[in-house]
Every structure is written in structure tokens, then in C-alpha cells.
């Protein structure tokens, strides 16, 4: 089983459109989430972290659920300009280091005219 | 802005030949990574180094090496290339974070704009 599962999509979807990727994770000591965006044939970007309590920022909004090991990430009134790939990423906790990032194999997004 | 920086777009090499790849970040960040990114496959680290001189096995470190002579500078070496290393690279770099009770986190990685390599 791999360490980040993502739905590779594609998901098209209209503009103006709500889309919501889920990310599941394999690591209960995973301690640190994030989601990366990566355009095509460019480098990831932190789009967000992702906190305990769910996070916002404009139309993305970002929720952790410890419970069920999983990650999502809603995008409301999505743009042309939102059609790129988004990376779930996890970082573990323990008692030693945590230089490591983990990345899911990312799920593309299309926003059609 | 952080800025992190690779020798080259693109390169093409043939099999057997010794493949240089450097990245230079100029945040005096301690952490610098390798990555390799194959369609399907995502993002798969092959090496990181925390510090000048130390450097770590990720995932995927066969057939490659590193170096990490000074603090903005991380070198991957392809002792001898073969056409399974084909691939894109992508180098990264990020601060590390204390946190109670001694343990430690990397923070946001910064990533170069990556070099596709062929290898023939």
C-alpha cells in the first residue's frame, strides 16, 4: 500500500464549479499535511497547510480528518487558472527527525471555459 | 523570494556515461533533497542531506550518489547512466523546525525548476 493515495483524476469540471479532492494516508504518526500545486511542466508549490481544525484560504479549503487518515481539499468557483495538479503531502512526528515529505502522486485538475 | 536553482533545463546523455546534476539555493537553508518524477509514479526522493557533508538515503537511491560540499549546494551524480534514469529531477530545499520536546520537522520545501534528463 502506498504511503499517499490521491484519486489521479482527471477530474474536468466547468468553471464556476465546486470540485473536492480527497488524499488518504497510511502513516497514523503522520503528524504534518500539506497540498502542493504543480503546473505543467513546472515545479510543485505550497499551495497549503493543512491544520487539525481545517483551514481557509479564499476558495480553497483545506480539512484533516485524523480519524480516517485522510485529507481534502475543496476548491469553490474554480478558475481556468486552477487547472494544474495538486499534491497531497505528509510529513511524520516522532522522536527523531522529520526531514522527509511524502507525495502523492497528485490528482489533475482541468477547469473548462 | 527563495530561490533555488538548477544547472540545467534539459540534458541528454548516452548509457554508460558519469551525469552530473547540481542545485544551488541561496536561502541558507540546512535541508536540500532529490527527487525523481515519472508519470504515475510521482514524486520519489532519492537522496537528502541535513547538513555539509551528511547526506541520507531516500526511497529510491540505487544508482545514484550526492555531494554536499557547502551549505547552498547539492550535487546528484549518475556514476553511470542508464536509460531506466530517465526522468525529470527536481531539487528542494527547506528549513528545519524545532519543536518541544527536541524533535524536529522540515518546513515548506522549495523546489528548482528541474532538469529533464535522457539518457540514450
Known amino acids: 500500500r502506498k504511503e499517499v493515495e490521491q484519486d489521479p483524476g482527471p477530474f474536468n469540471v466547468p468553471e464556476g464549479a465546486t470540485v473536492a479532492f480527497n488524499c488518504t494516508y497510511s502513516?497514523?504518526?503522520?503528524?504534518?499535511f500539506f497540498w502542493y500545486r504543480q503546473d505543467c511542466r513546472k515545479e510543485p508549490k505550497l499551495l497549503m497547510s493543512?491544520?487539525?481544525s481545517g483551514n481557509e484560504d479564499g476558495r480553497f479549503t483545506a480539512q484533516l480528518n485524523r480519524a480516517s487518515q485522510y485529507i481534502s481539499l475543496l476548491i469553490r468557483d474554480s478558475k481556468l487558472s486552477d487547472s494544474a495538479t495538486y499534491l497531497c503531502?505528509?510529513?511524520?512526528?516522532?522522536?527523531?527527525?522529520?526531514?522527509?515529505?511524502?507525495f502523492g502522486s497528485g490528482t489533475q485538475l482541468t477547469v473548462l471555459p | 523570494d527563495v530561490k533555488v536553482t538548477q544547472s540545467s533545463r534539459y540534458l541528454v546523455k548516452r548509457t554508460g556515461e558519469k551525469v552530473f546534476l547540481e542545485c544551488v539555493q541561496d536561502?541558507?537553508?540546512?535541508?536540500m533533497f532529490w527527487y525523481r518524477q515519472d508519470p504515475g509514479l510521482g514524486l520519489r526522493l532519492i537522496y537528502f542531506?541535513?547538513?555539509?557533508?551528511?547526506?541520507e538515503k531516500g526511497d529510491i537511491p540505487e544508482g545514484y550518489s550526492v555531494s554536499r560540499e557547502k551549505k547552498e549546494r547539492f550535487s546528484l551524480i549518475l556514476e553511470s547512466a542508464s536509460t531506466n534514469q530517465t526522468s525529470m529531477y527536481l531539487c528542494?530545499?527547506?528549513?528545519?523546525?524545532?519543536?518541544?520536546?527536541?524533535?524536529?520537522?522540515?518546513?515548506?520545501?522549495?523546489f528548482g525548476p528541474g532538469t529533464r534528463l535522457t539518457v540514450l
Open positions: 493543512v491544520y487539525s
Open positions: 502513516n497514523s504518526a503522520s503528524q504534518s
Open positions: 542531506s541535513y547538513d555539509v557533508k551528511m547526506k
Open positions: 536561502m541558507d537553508h540546512e535541508n
Open positions: 528542494a530545499s527547506s528549513f528545519t523546525l524545532g519543536l518541544a520536546g527536541g524533535s524536529y520537522r522540515t518546513d515548506t520545501q522549495y
Open positions: 503531502v505528509v510529513t511524520p512526528i516522532s522522536s527523531g527527525s522529520a526531514r522527509q515529505l511524502t
